[in-house]
């Protein structure tokens, strides 16, 4: 069940990564961050794109429900997601905060 107000995310990309993860904590300029590892290279915002839609993947949502609000042209991004369940915020802090297994 959405709660209605949507839910900002910041998040740590780490581009051009061997291996494509979610997990992890970042302290950067918008707080404890979420670190998103992606395959693509910080071209042309691909690297973006990439993690927008991992960011999707983890959370359990459609990924039109995730947009960039700042960050475009850097590693430490803030993300939305439109329309978040209750139980959102609990998922992101086990991924940033948590074990992944």
Wanted: aromatic share 2%.
């Amino acid at each position: 069940m959405p709660t209605g107000d949507p839910l900002t995310v910041a998040v740590r990309v780490k581009p051009g990564a061997a291996r494509a993860r979610v997990g992890g904590r970042f302290d950067g300029p918008h707080g404890p961050a979420l670190v998103i590892a992606v395959n693509a290279p910080a071209v042309d915002g691909r690297a973006t794109e990439a993690a927008r839609k991992a960011l999707a993947g983890a959370l359990g949502v459609r990924p039109a429900a995730v947009s960039l609000r700042t960050g475009a042209a850097s590693r430490d991004k803030l993300f939305t997601v439109e329309r978040p369940t209750a139980g959102l915020t609990d998922v992101l802090r086990r991924l940033r905060d948590g074990s992944d297994g």
